[in-house]
């Protein structure tokens, strides 16, 4: 069923009817529920016909390209992006536009704000590169940075682990912050130019592959370094158990490490590669069945803190070639809700899957929840991925053409109504 086609309404008092509401430890019925952003504006009445109303989600792993690549795409596609999905904010990183001084972050926050105030009503946070353009020739002004709340840690752009004597200086300077470190755990040498999980399919398909050494020896240097220094670390869209176990042993001993696993991560497995379709393109790679079950039992018992977004939008001309020269990355913030949603409340029920998908990771950026952002939504409720799904002018996603088991039918953000 495709989606009904977006409306949106701009700081009206919304009224709920007949909503499934939660209400912090379940979902209970009302026959009523008024939300107000405290701004005047029209009433709108609106029949959930059971439906849950759920809190709004807050996304790990945003990167809107924008200004150096807003040929692909832009903060105002981004934030509609956030709009249809249920997403009251997020944590920005973009690999194409390093914050690596006070006047980069003034410029990322003046482009969410400069659309008016739908952009700046979002609560964005940022990671600011720890080093000058994601290199490893010299630091980045992290004191400086650190100064704004709008800066929650410090982060490599999902670029390659330094050489180790840069991240210990890295660390020692960015300790003085107080802020975390965040790291997609991923060695230069052992990736080497692979694109994909190595294993069964990667032999079978001649793909060249990334090890998941590759991901465990970055993790073990940066866990070792963190230790050494002292300095609280988070590990982006781990993809592997080893990995999953450093982080346990590394909490046993005592360390402030916490880690997340993209979305699609839990939901796909390397068989999907016998499709040679682009659209799998994924970096850190889409590994074995065996690791996305063992990405489940950390999200299971508690070692993994957040579920990622991973939000990486890519011009249609980049994916329509062979496998291996296309361009890596998915969208995902219209889609993540109805996609994940059935899977992780059927693992660890439903307050549970509210933390890992908006609580938790807020709080890892240092956000405050608002009580009124909410998304309403129906978990029995299918729907096929469309196009015209996603902002933008790119629809790279995995998902497309997929049925997905739930539909987002409306969303109440900042002062902002919208229907689906």
């Known amino acids: 069923m495709k989606m009904r ?25 009302r026959d009523e529920v008024r939300l107000t952003s405290g701004q005047n504006g029209d009433t709108i009445e609106y029949d959930c016909k059971g439906a849950l109303v759920l809190p709004a989600l807050f996304g790990f792993g945003l990167d809107f390209m924008e200004p150096l690549r807003d040929d692909v795409y832009t903060c105002a596609d981004g934030v509609d992006a956030m709009l249809r999905g249920g997403f009251y904010g997020g944590l920005y990183e973009s690999a194409a536009n390093p914050i690596d001084d006070a006047d980069k972050l003034t410029a990322a926050e003046n482009r969410f704000s400069s659309f008016g105030c739908l952009g700046s009503s979002f609560d964005i946070k940022f990671l600011g590169a720890y080093s000058k353009g994601f290199g490893t020739d010299s630091l980045a002004e992290m004191m400086e940075l650190a100064e704004s709340d709008a800066v929650a840690g410090f982060g490599d752009g999902n670029g390659v682990i330094p050489h180790s004597r840069f991240l210990r200086l890295a660390m020692e300077y960015g300790k003085m912050t107080g802020k975390r470190f965040f790291f997609q755990p991923m060695d230069k040498t052992l990736r080497h130019s692979g694109c994909v999980h190595e294993g069964a399919y990667s032999d079978m398909l001649g793909m060249k592959g990334i090890p998941r050494i590759a991901e465990t020896i970055a993790a073990y240097t940066v866990l070792e370094t963190a230790r050494f220094l002292q300095v609280p670390v988070h590990f982006k869209q781990v993809t592997c158990g080893e990995t999953l176990e450093l982080v346990r042993d590394a909490r046993k001993k005592g360390m402030d490490v916490t880690c997340d696993v993209g979305l699609y991560h839990l939901l796909l497995d390397d068989s999907c590669l016998e499709t040679l ?25 508690g070692t993994i803190n957040a579920i990622s977004v991973n939000h990486t939008p890519v011009l249609r001309q980049d994916t329509v070639v062979n496998f291996e020269d296309s361009v890596p990355g998915a969208l995902s913030l219209e889609v993540a809700l109805p996609a994940i949603w059935n899977k992780l409340v059927a693992k660890v029920g439903e307050a549970r899957a509210i933390e890992l998908l908006s609580t938790a990771p807020a709080r890892l950026a240092g956000s405050t929840p608002v009580a009124n952002n909410v998304v309403v939504f129906a978990p029995d409720k299918p729907h096929v991925v469309v196009e015209s799904d996603f902002a933008g002018h790119v629809c790279n996603s995995p998902l497309l053409g997929a049925e997905l088991p739930s ?13 689906l």
Do not use: C, M, T
């Open 407 to 419: 539909s987002i039918l409306a969303v109440y953000i900042n002062g902002f109504w919208k229907e």
């Open 277 to 301: 379709d682009s659209a799998y393109h994924i970096l850190p790679p889409i590994r074995s069945a065996a690791d996305r079950d063992a990405l489940w039992q950390g999200v299971v018992d």
């Open 5 to 29: 086609k977006p409306s949106s309404s701009e700081f009206p008092i919304a009224v709920l009817k007949n909503a499934k509401f939660w209400n912090g430890k379940s979902f209970e019925l």
